[in-house]
């Protein structure tokens, strides 16, 4: 029988992506319940699902921050059973943090972090009575590495990390699989709308060097990372489909290998001194240089795994 697979967060980029393709699986291992907080924004998921629509892809509405939303969808999957579940849903935060509220930042952790842990808590006591279940996670490659002025998202991430890295030990013992996928950056809404937000900001209690910093140089830098290292959202989807239909499920899995010459700075030196130092001269002292070795990275002209001593 297919697996019944449920993602949070399809209205858009990964999670509709990879909705779309679990659902169009050519030999229908799937069936796929395809959530979003907002059900007024599920045109775009249905016209992409096509045929599969209402044969391996049902849409239903699920705000991962809310209980009474999480009982209510699972009450609407028959038996309420999840073999798969991805936790996709998530929200960006860039700016000096002295320019960011406290509220704001927990919204973050709401959303990245226990809106993940409120789901899994959910499927959980079915997945181990069953003895079976997969739990995918979109992490990032800033679950494993800090990035300047994304300090709070990231710290998110690693909390995800370090939660489901402990998880994953004690649910071997039932069968229970879990997976972090860690893309770089994708080109999805979720660079538009941290843009955007940033633009509309003020980051009242920011002195001026801090935003200069932020605004002339930050945000240039990752426009251009995400310029020449970004991936499609197909891409991503693709590696989380082979992930979930593997055997013997990873615990990690990074999707963009040209940016593994980046997360390689940090595992070459367990003092952390190699990839702090780095980030900090790449985007502090040789501005220029970060953007000309992004582009070298991403023609292929430097090689993608670097191998510092
Ligand atoms: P996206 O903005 O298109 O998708 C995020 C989705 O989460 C949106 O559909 C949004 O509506 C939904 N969402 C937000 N709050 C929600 C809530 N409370 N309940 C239910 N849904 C909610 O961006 P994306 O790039 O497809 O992001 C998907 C995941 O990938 C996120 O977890 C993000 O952190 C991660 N990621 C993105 C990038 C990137 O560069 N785009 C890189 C690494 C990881």
Redesign the pocket.
Known sequence: PPRTVLI??C?????LELAVQLARDSRQRYQVVAT??DLGKKGTLEAAAGEALGQTLTVAQ????SDESVAQCLRCIQGGEVDVLVN?????LVGPLEGLSLATMQKVFD??FF?AVRLVKAVLPGMKRRRQGHIVV?S?VMGLQGVVFNDVYAASKFALEGFFESLAIQLLQFNIFISLVE?G??G????G?LLEQVSAAQFPGADPDTLHYFRDLYLPASRELFRSLGQS?RDVAQVIVKVISSARPPLRRQTNARYSALTALKAADPSGRLYVRSAHRLLFRWPRLLSRGLRCLACGCLPSRVRPE
């Not at 996709?88 to 960006?92: C, I, P, S």
């Not at 999805?188 to 660079?191: G, N, V």
């Open positions: 949070s967060g209205s858009s980029g990964i999670g979003m907080r699920l705000d991962v921050c996709n849903a998530g929200v960006g959303t990245n809106g979109v990032s893309p950056p994708v999805t809404a979720f660079e709308k959202p």
